[in-house]
């Protein structure tokens, strides 16, 4: 039997990593994530791996871009603020089609906000991670066991696919504590004829570079990388559909967030209200077949977010007028309960007082 270990979230998070074969990390301390580039910090040079606090999440990223070209794994990770300074450098690693994880745990905001646990970066990460046509795999966990889980897919995912992904947490996750089993199984060694590892005299050098001055040559080169694409969205989908055989009402949540639902849809079931869970573990590809096939067999769907409202745009055009959308969300660092939750689902089912 495996053994378990009670662990915070970012510490669990930074272990998955070096287990996943991960050792190079850059980062930069900002809170609530600070204890992944601490954790970082005590266990890379045991290991023979480089840690290295950068002097700016600027030089952070840039570093994994330059790590990843070698064709090392390589990671960073941050906070929302620091995830908008790193926008240009995972712009680059994008157009240079290089693998890499980089992390948010994200906080309230916009601009400095708070330290509290936020979702308000959904936007960012699966519309704009970077400038220019280009987007990178976003999961979203919901356990500091699923964290552990993901982290080994996010990277070989990377890798199949050369591009970054984005492990998309909060600061709920990042600082609770939970047991967590490691996996035992070796991480997955990809081959990397486009590293740049030296010829040996033995072929012509590589060139990595996100810089091309003819239009024609650049749009060739983003539209072979939106095929790319198109194989993702539709191979690399994850979503869990918790109550929904019978469901009439639906409700839509990613995240940690999704725990405070899966509770309310508990009460509300006991109750006598069918409603159930749909909780996209991926948000970049988006499950949007997944919840589209429910948009004629529900009365309504509810998204729940703490945000003023970003995913929900995804799920309503998921539906395409199916079945109406509502939202509810708190924002600022404030975490819906689950009686706030049931309060909208009975609303959602015309049983409000």
């Not at 669990?12 to 992944?36: D, K």
């Amino acid at each position: 039997m495996a053994e378990k270990f009670l662990m915070k979230g970012n510490e669990a998070l930074a272990e998955a990593a070096i287990r996943s074969g991960c050792r190079h990390f850059f980062g930069y301390p900002i809170t609530p994530q600070t204890e992944v580039a601490a954790y970082m910090a005590k266990r890379m040079p045991k290991i023979g791996g480089t840690y290295l606090q950068a002097e700016s999440e600027i030089a952070a990223i840039n570093m994994v871009l330059g790590c990843a070209s070698a064709g090392a794994r390589a990671m960073t990770s941050s906070s929302s603020p620091g995830i908008s300074l790193k926008g240009e450098g995972i712009s680059y690693i994008i157009g240079s089609d290089l693998p890499c994880l980089i992390v948010n745990v994200m906080r309230g905001g916009p601009g400095l906000g708070g330290i509290q646990p936020s979702q308000a970066d959904y936007w960012e990460a699966t519309k704009a991670p970077g400038h220019g046509d280009g987007q990178v795999l976003v999961f979203a966990p919901a356990s500091v066991q699923e964290i552990v889980n993901l982290v080994g897919k996010a990277f070989d995912l990377a890798e199949t696919y050369r591009m970054p992904a984005m492990l998309l947490a909060d600061g709920m996750l990042g600082q609770m504590m939970e047991p967590v089993e490691f996996p035992e199984t070796e991480p997955v060694v990809h081959e990397k004829p486009w590293a740049l590892t030296g010829t040996k005299g033995e072929r012509k050098p590589n060139i990595v570079n996100s810089l091309y001055l003819q239009p024609k040559e650049l749009e060739d080169t983003v539209k072979a990388r939106f095929e790319r694409y198109a194989v993702v969205q539709e191979k690399e989908v994850m979503i869990e559909e918790y109550q929904m055989e019978d469901a009439e009402y639906a409700v839509c949540a990613y995240g940690a967030m999704a725990r405070v639902v899966k509770s309310a849809v508990v009460k509300a079931r006991a109750e006598g209200i069918k409603v159930g869970l749909l909780r996209p573990i991926t948000l970049w590809p988006f499950p949007t077949k997944e919840i589209a096939s429910y948009g004629p067999k529900v009365k309504s769907m509810l998204c729940v977010e703490m945000s003023m409202g970003q995913m929900v745009e995804d799920v309503r055009l998921a539906v395409n007028g199916t079945c109406p959308v509502g939202f509810f969300g708190r924002t600022g660092g404030v975490i819906p309960s689950p009686a706030e939750v049931l309060a909208e689902i009975k609303k959602m089912a015309g049983g409000a007082n």
